[in-house]
């Protein structure tokens, strides 16, 4: 693969204590020089994500925006069997159990947001 000449210089000022830390991370990473080594680490800044990875962040924002909805519905369920129970249209019992079940898919819920 044929090089393409540089001809623009780009100075930035460092700490001594930052260049070698650049060093040791350019070594680390077998690059020649400290210059291949911030060219490579800049254009991964500059590069536009690829079509699957805006697919991948599309699809998890969705599933967050579809499990916060099943949150919000399992609250409101929750709201209205004890609206329910304080009026006398629910036994203790069934309240309980249906506590126990939104209880229960909140806490799978909370994994899967982890």
Known sequence: MK???KDTVIR??????????????RKKMG?????????????????KPTPAQKRISSNI???TYH???IGNN???V????????????VTEK???????ELMYINIQLSNLLK
């Open 61 to 63: 924002q969705n599933e």
């Open 74 to 76: 399992l609250n409101q």
């Open 12 to 25: 930035i000022r460092v700490t001594s204590a930052h260049k070698q830390e650049l060093e040791e991370a």
């Open 94 to 100: 069934t309240a309980k159990e249906v506590a126990e």
């Open 78 to 89: 929750a709201y209205a069997v004890n609206k329910a129970f304080t009026t006398g249209k």
């Open 31 to 47: 690059f020649g020089s400290l210059s291949a080594y911030t060219l490579k680490a800049l254009s991964s800044f500059t590069k």
């Open 67 to 69: 499990l916060a909805r």
């Open 3 to 5: 090089e393409i000449s």
